[in-house]
């Protein structure tokens, strides 16, 4: 029992290379537990400098004895690792006390350092468990805090015990502020630096959790959408093929609530059709992975049609534009309608779960279910909405009655 307490420490030349210089490296051999393990220390001397039964250099010079002195503090960082572990009250391994030797199950103390080791496990779970689009966000987020730090702080690092209330209030307005970046959105990189720190808060190198003592509340913000009158408006206005393409994209979004990523991603192994020979679309969605089940209006499968390269709607075949340049076309388009709202993709969708869907009595709980949402409570501000407009709508007749 008393071996398994005990470790040893020794020096060893590798002979059996040399460098350039014709010098052999120098390993720290641990022996623990019956096993043993090499780490490389970095250091390199000649063979003839080596004395095995010292594991030390032969005592020549100053040189030598400060080559030596190197060696005992890198015995006593061992030592003391090993001491770290077997007082700590759990059991571990001999690999766990190399990787501990070497330093490599130190976490970061600095807020970058912390951020960068965070956006690499990221990067290997990105397309597996998390989106691109996830990934792209915390990227933006890191370069967003590592920008705040030089014009706020003037520096290129920050320690990460130090987060605290104030700091995270600064970097609220430096977003609001600098960056001219909205309340929301801003909430919104608050909310994901939360995430990314969790880790740390829990782990204890963030000594207390910073968010408790701020809070950043979203402000509620209209959900725009078409009337009725605003679609027949987008339909009859006269364009060219190209703006003609995107209309039709963006109408089909109107009919089936898909996002833009989702519309992108549409095939025809999407499109489903039942035994009353009726269709529907069956998708995950990108951004949540919750499945979304939209059965396909006569409209929608009109839309097809158009691009269609047989006679079968499912073939549709349609390039969609990237998202930046669909809602700049969209907003010339709606320009040229008549339409005061300024049009993009994500209004589409507003307009399916408003006009298209609640306001004609379909049940929230279905219509959370075509728009893949995870909760109601994500629905729940189209059904303000629509409470808005019904009040609107009733202030009309409201003298008739009087």
Same mark, same amino acid.
């Given at each position: 029992?008393?071996?398994?307490?005990?470790?040893?420490?020794?020096?060893?030349?590798?002979?059996?290379?040399?460098?350039?210089?014709?010098?052999?490296?120098?390993?720290?051999?641990?022996?623990?537990?019956?096993?043993?393990?090499?780490?490389?220390?970095?250091?390199?001397?000649?063979?003839?400098?080596?004395?095995?039964?010292?594991?030390?250099?032969?005592?020549?010079?100053?040189?030598?004895?400060?080559?030596?002195?190197?060696?005992?503090?890198?015995?006593?960082?061992?030592?003391?690792?090993?001491?770290?572990?077997?007082?700590?009250?759990?059991?571990?391994?001999?690999?766990?006390?190399?990787?501990?030797?070497?330093?490599?199950?130190?976490?970061?103390?600095?807020?970058?350092?912390?951020?960068?080791?965070?956006?690499?496990?990221?990067?290997?779970?990105?397309?597996?468990?998390?989106?691109?689009?996830?990934?792209?966000?915390?990227?933006?987020?890191?370069?967003?805090?590592?920008?705040?730090?030089?014009?706020?702080?003037?520096?290129?690092?920050?320690?990460?015990?130090?987060?605290?209330?104030?700091?995270?209030?600064?970097?609220?307005?430096?977003?609001?502020?600098?960056?001219?970046?909205?309340?929301?959105?801003?909430?919104?990189?608050?909310?994901?630096?939360?995430?990314?720190?969790?880790?740390?808060?829990?782990?204890?190198?963030?000594?207390?959790?910073?968010?408790?003592?701020?809070?950043?509340?979203?402000?509620?913000?209209?959900?725009?959408?078409?009337?009725?009158?605003?679609?027949?408006?987008? *339909?009859?206005? #006269?364009?060219?093929?190209?703006? &003609?393409?995107? =209309?039709?994209?963006? %109408? /089909?979004?109107?009919?089936?609530?898909?996002?833009?990523?989702?519309?992108?991603?549409?095939?025809?192994?999407?499109?489903?059709?039942?035994?009353?020979?009726?269709?529907?679309?069956?998708?995950?969605?990108?951004?949540?992975?919750?499945?979304?089940?939209?059965?396909?209006?006569?409209?929608?499968?009109?839309?097809?049609?158009?691009?269609?390269?047989?006679?079968?709607?499912?073939?549709?075949?349609?390039?969609?534009?990237?998202?930046?340049?669909?809602?700049?076309?969209?907003?010339?388009?709606?320009?040229?309608?008549?339409?005061?709202?300024?049009?993009?993709?994500?209004?589409?969708?507003?307009?399916?779960?408003?006009?298209?869907?609640?306001?004609?009595?379909?049940?929230?709980?279905?219509?959370?279910?075509?728009?893949?949402?995870?909760?109601?409570?994500?629905?729940?501000?189209?059904? *303000?909405?629509? #409470?808005?407009?019904?009040?609107? &709508?009733?202030? =009309?007749?409201?003298? %008739? /009655?009087?």
């Amino acid at each position: 029992m008393l071996e398994l307490l005990t470790v040893r420490f020794s020096f060893l030349c590798r002979t059996t290379r040399t460098n350039a210089e014709g010098n052999s490296a120098l390993v720290l051999r641990v022996t623990w537990n019956r096993e043993r393990r090499d780490i490389f220390t970095g250091l390199y001397c000649h063979k003839d400098q080596w004395n095995p039964k010292a594991g030390r250099l032969h005592r020549l010079n100053k040189q030598t004895n400060v080559f030596n002195d190197n060696l005992d503090a890198i015995q006593r960082s061992a030592h003391e690792a090993f001491n770290q572990l077997k007082y700590s009250g759990f059991a571990f391994t001999i690999d766990e006390l190399v990787s501990k030797i070497k330093g490599e199950d130190e976490k970061p103390e600095l807020l970058m350092d912390y951020l960068e080791q965070e956006k690499e496990n990221l990067r290997k779970r990105r397309g597996v468990d998390i989106t691109p689009a996830t990934y792209d966000k915390y990227r933006r987020s890191a370069t967003h805090v590592q920008q705040f730090l030089f014009t706020e702080y003037k520096i290129k690092n920050y320690p990460l015990a130090r987060i605290d209330g104030l700091f995270l209030e600064r970097y609220f307005q430096y977003l609001k502020g600098t960056k001219k970046i909205s309340h929301n959105v801003a909430v919104k990189y608050l909310t994901f630096f939360k995430t990314v720190l969790m880790p740390a808060i829990r782990g204890g190198t963030v000594k207390s959790d910073p968010f408790r003592q701020v809070k950043f509340r979203k402000k509620p913000v209209p959900k725009d959408f078409l009337t009725n009158e605003e679609i027949s408006f987008l *339909k009859a206005v #006269a364009l060219t093929p190209e703006l &003609d393409r995107i =209309r039709n994209i963006f %109408l /089909f979004a109107c009919y089936t609530g898909l996002a833009y990523c989702d519309i992108k991603q549409l095939s025809r192994l999407h499109i489903i059709r039942d035994d009353d020979e009726n269709y529907h679309i069956r998708k995950c969605r990108q951004k949540t992975g919750q499945e979304s089940i939209i059965p396909l209006l006569p409209v929608a499968i009109t839309i097809l049609q158009k691009y269609s390269i047989t006679g079968d709607f499912r073939d549709f075949r349609w390039r969609v534009s990237s998202n930046q340049k669909m809602n700049q076309r969209l907003k010339l388009i709606g320009e040229k309608a008549g339409i005061a709202k300024p049009l993009h993709m994500h209004l589409a969708r507003h307009t399916f779960a408003t006009t298209v869907t609640l306001s004609n009595g379909i049940p929230i709980e279905t219509v959370s279910r075509m728009l893949g949402h995870a909760s109601l409570t994500q629905t729940q501000h189209y059904a *303000k909405i629509i #409470a808005t407009k019904i009040k609107a &709508d009733m202030s =009309r007749i409201k003298a %008739l /009655f009087s």
